[in-house]
């Protein structure tokens, strides 16, 4: 792949980043940062310098919070499925009793 330099903007200030990634996509990942970045930083005052690494630190707990989901609902949906699976067994397996019994 190519690599280019594309300028993104992270809340007042731009960054050059060395990528192969499509420019569209670093730009709405930046973006994303800029949202935690202004959730984590006073509004009106500038960005204190620790401000930065706070958005990190926040994105990569909602990022543990959703990958926890995720797991709990392939959990969920597994257990779900086995369920079924179970109860189809018992039907195909009456069935197959029923028809024996003929």
């Known amino acids: 792949m190519d690599r280019r330099t594309v300028v993104v903007s992270v809340g007042s200030r ?8 499509d420019e569209g996509e670093l730009s709405r990942l930046a973006e994303a940062v800029s949202t935690k970045l202004a959730e984590v930083a006073r509004p009106g005052r500038p960005e204190p310098p620790n401000a930065l690494l706070l958005a990190a630190l926040a994105l990569a707990h909602d990022l543990e919070q959703e990958r926890s989901k995720a797991r709990t609902l392939e ?3 597994r257990d779900m499925l086995r ?15 029923a028809a024996g019994v003929r």
């Not at 731009?14 to 990634?21: I, L, R, T």
């Not at 369920?83 to 009793?97: A, F, K, S």
């Open 75 to 77: 959990r969920r949906s």
């Open 14 to 21: 731009e960054y050059k980043v060395v990528s192969s990634a």
């Open 83 to 97: 369920r079924v699976l179970v109860r189809l067994d018992n039907v195909l397996e009456l069935e197959d009793g």
